[in-house]
């Protein structure tokens, strides 16, 4: 008799116990089922919309544009003029620097001795300045990894006139407080687009040494951008000219799909 009880009871426990695997099973699938389609329809969305059309940015569907420009102004606040990059001593830096790439740096005839730097502060009103004149300001030095999307990375020694500095001796002010710089090499080959925040940045340097040599013609003579809070592509050689805007300058790299902002 009891032992008659026990095996009913054990009968309704598996019942029970299946059931409860059968639910089980049907969340999980259901889940499985629900998540995976929306998934595949998020997918399906993001594949069938609409590239960008190719211009200061190239390459992104339009709406991971928008999330990139969202990501692009949380980090711009984030890290903030308040915050430096990593510094070496001196004995760190490499004495043999890599040389990467050479674009709107083959002219022939080019001399850095001949060279002048074009500030436009507006059309039709272009300041010219003299390496002697760049030199005469206070100068900065700035020991640093220097990184290239590439994936190579060197701590290197540079120097040369804060940008921020610069600014402040030509008084160009005024000019700063639109939101990007633009720079370009003499022959407009090269050219980047900047946010004003990072090339006034405490560590964004106009260079015409490195490790303590004028800077070699392959790395950029007679002055070149060294700005630390951006990857390689950012840091122009032989800076021709230098502009301000309210809207993207136009950006090599970016023009190619590289990211606009490819801040560190
Ligand atoms: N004018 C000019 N500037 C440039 C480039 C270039 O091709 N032309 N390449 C950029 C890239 S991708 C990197 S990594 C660095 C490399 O500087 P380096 O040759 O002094 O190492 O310069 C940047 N500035
Ligand atoms: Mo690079």
Redesign the pocket.
Known sequence: MENHTDKNKKAKEEVAVEQKIKRRNFISFSTFFVLGGAAFGGWKWLYNSPEETAGITAGARKPLRRALNKTELFFRKFYSNNHHVKTYPKAMAAKK?????????DDEGFKPENWTLSVVKSKGDVLKITMDEIKALPKTELIFS?K???GWDQIQHWAGVKFSDFIDHFKLNEHAKMDYIGME?PNGE?YVGLESESALHPQTLLAYEMNDQPIAI???APL?LIIPVK????????IGTISFSNKRPKDY?AEQGYDYYSGL
């Open positions: 620097v890599r040389v990467n790439s050479d674009i709107g740096m220097f290239c999307v590439e090499t090269y392959e790395h950029g070149r990857y390689g592509i950012k840091n122009l050689k032989r790299w």
